[in-house]
């Protein structure tokens, strides 16, 4: 079975982040790591098309499964947002009492978003929240066909 609509939807979704990205609203770090779902579900939607054929409903599976768990990930990262719940210490700035030229340095670089502040909401939503909707959404529309398939 080719996966052509899922992988269009895909490459949808990777596009547009990039492009937001491009336009200049950074992504923080928990941002960028809720992307790697999208890659490996890309790569697990590619793969039956050349090698795995009657093996796709596997693949689809474990795409919903990303996916389910990226939408997990994505509220959790809504959550930090909204400030329902502290974030990890990567989350915030902090200042240590380290050498002061050393500091001086790091002022002068540009700072990383930080995952607390949402760095876009449309609607009122950050793209963490938007995240969750379509992740939730994917994976439970996949597993459905999955177990269409079974």
């Not at 269009?8 to 491009?22: D, M, N, P, Q, Y």
């Not at 941002?31 to 009657?54: E, G, T, V």
């Not at 389910?68 to 210490?89: C, K, R, T, V, Y």
């Not at 050393?102 to 700072?111: F, N, V």
Request: aromatic share 16%.
């Amino acid at each position: 079975m080719i996966n052509r609509n899922l992988i269009s939807f895909i490459i949808l979704i990777l596009v547009s982040v990039h492009l937001i990205e491009a336009i200049g609203f950074e992504p923080c770090d928990l941002c960028l790591k809720q992307r790697w779902a999208w890659y490996i579900s890309l790569f697990l939607a590619i793969i039956p098309n050349f090698i795995f054929n009657d093996k796709n409903k596997y693949f689809l599976f474990f795409i919903s499964l990303f996916l389910f768990l990226n939408a997990w990930f994505a509220g959790w990262h809504s959550g930090i947002e909204w400030g329902f719940w502290e974030g990890p210490q990567t989350c915030k700035a902090s200042s240590n009492k380290l050498n002061e030229n050393l500091i001086e340095t790091l002022k002068s670089l540009p700072s990383a978003p930080q995952c607390n502040e949402a760095s876009l909401r449309i609607l009122g939503l950050s793209l963490a929240g938007y995240n969750f909707i379509i992740s939730l959404l994917s994976s439970l529309v996949i597993f459905r066909k999955v177990r269409k398939i079974l």
